[in-house]
């Protein structure tokens, strides 16, 4: 009785230990942070600063502003500065090559397969045991049909390497695949590459990363998607939103940098299974051009502009 008495205490004090953690991260260093430092005389930097900048958002880590020789130490400073503050940090990984065929605003990616299995090593040692909720590579599944069938085979194996590389080397990082929005791909079609690329071995899958739609619209998407992962497959996994833009839904196929959007809700437990944070911050451009969209005269993708940022505070 005592054996069982002390193990359940230790097991009550772990969990309470797992939990302490008091939300997430609110970066420092983000875009919306930044121009708040160096524009203090604005006007509009103390609406910036407690709408955006305050909130908790994503570091997204590229191979273009964290090469494969400094990511590592980049995660590392990040997930330790979380870890000391108690809070859970959130980064995407967003590096696979041939990124953004599909919609052109954000092309690049590790220079192939190679490069980016080294890239990916190097951020899951960044992260070791640390806790952290990673969202893995942004429309990299919802566009793949715009690579050629060789490249999709390539994608799809360089997807399940990373989730493998996390499971083994980063076990407390709670992994994310981005499975695109509700108006991209059939429900079936995507639980089927999510099951390919090895969403089985994650914590589950992201959507509307980047995007618009409704909270509502996005979770009952994701729940299409877990019905479809268990008809064929048997499991069902947790869903992440990008709540950050998604304030006023979204108009179809208007996705860069669109008029009429507004941030979105701060509240992380939106059902059981189902977590809203913001990936995006709000205020970066989707792009500066498009092949297949009208960019809305936005800087180049990723540029903090004060002027998006208040409009989607503004809900204009």
């Known amino acids: 009785m005592k054996l069982t008495y002390v193990s359940s205490f230790i097991v009550a004090f ?5 939990q ?3 939300g997430y991260y609110v970066n420092p260093g983000s875009t919306a942070a930044t121009w708040v430092t160096n524009n203090p005389m604005d006007a509009r930097a103390p609406t910036i600063k ?3 900048a305050d909130v908790p958002t994503a570091r997204w880590f590229t191979g273009t502003s964290q090469r494969t020789e400094h990511v590592r130490q980049a995660v590392i400073d990040f997930t330790t500065a979380a870890k000391n503050a108690d809070k859970t940090p959130i980064l995407v990984a967003y590096n696979i090559p041939g990124r953004d065929c599909a919609g052109g605003a954000s092309p690049g990616g590790a220079e192939d397969a190679a490069s980016y299995r080294t890239w990916i090593d190097a951020f899951v040692g960044g992260l070791s045991s640390r806790p952290a909720v990673v969202i893995l590579e942004p429309d990299a599944i919802a566009d793949i049909e715009c690579l050629s ?9 360089l997807l399940k390497y990373a989730i493998t590389a996390f499971k083994e080397k980063a076990p407390s990082a709670q992994v994310y695949v981005d499975a695109g929005n509700a108006h991209w791909k059939p429900a ?3 639980a089927t590459h999510l099951a390919q690329s090895g969403v089985a071995d994650a914590k589950g899958f992201a959507l509307n990363v980047s995007n618009f739609y409704s909270t509502s619209q996005t979770t009952a998407y994701g729940n299409q998607i877990n019905a479809a992962l268990t008809a064929a497959h048997g499991y069902t996994k947790s869903i992440l939103i990008d709540t950050s833009r998604n304030g006023n839904g979204a108009d ?11 941030i979105g809700s701060t509240q992380t437990a939106i059902s059981p299974g189902v977590l809203g944070v913001w990936v995006k911050v709000p205020g970066n451009s ?10 809305h005269g936005g800087p180049s993708a ?12 503004n809900g204009k």
């Open 252 to 262: 179809p196929g208007d996705w860069c940098n669109p008029p009429g959007r507004k």
């Open 188 to 190: 079936p079609m995507m």
């Open 14 to 18: 772990i969990t309470f230990q797992t």
């Open 149 to 157: 069938a060789a490249k999709r085979s390539e994608r799809v194996g």
């Open 50 to 52: 407690s709408a955006v």
């Open 20 to 22: 302490a953690a008091s």
């Open 302 to 313: 990723g540029t903090f502009g004060p002027d998006l940022a208040m409009k989607l505070i």
């Open 286 to 295: 989707d792009g500066a051009s498009s092949p297949h969209a009208d960019c």
